[in-house]
């Protein structure tokens, strides 16, 4: 229960973080923890290639993160 807690956390903080910067926001974008500090980001994000990267460096940047799955379809 505790496990499913933090994970759940990690998914809050990675998808505030997300949202903190206008060039990715988390419209269009899912964040899922995979255990052990891994999380996935899936969807479009906003600006393309540019938004992706972004969104990439910024989940890799939260506290707690280990390595950021990216599963993100850029149009």
Do not use: C
């Not at 998914?11 to 419209?27: F, G, S, Y």
């Not at 255990?35 to 460096?57: E, H, K, T, Y």
């Amino acid at each position: 229960m505790a496990r499913q807690a933090y994970e759940r956390d990690l998914e809050r903080r990675v998808a505030a973080a997300l949202d903190a910067d206008p060039r990715t926001k988390i419209h269009g974008l899912q964040v899922t923890a995979q255990g052990d500090g891994v999380v996935q980001i899936s969807g479009s994000p906003a600006n393309g290639v540019l938004g992706r990267d972004l969104a990439l460096r910024a989940a890799s940047r939260v506290p707690g993160v280990r390595s950021v799955a990216n599963n993100m379809t850029v149009n």
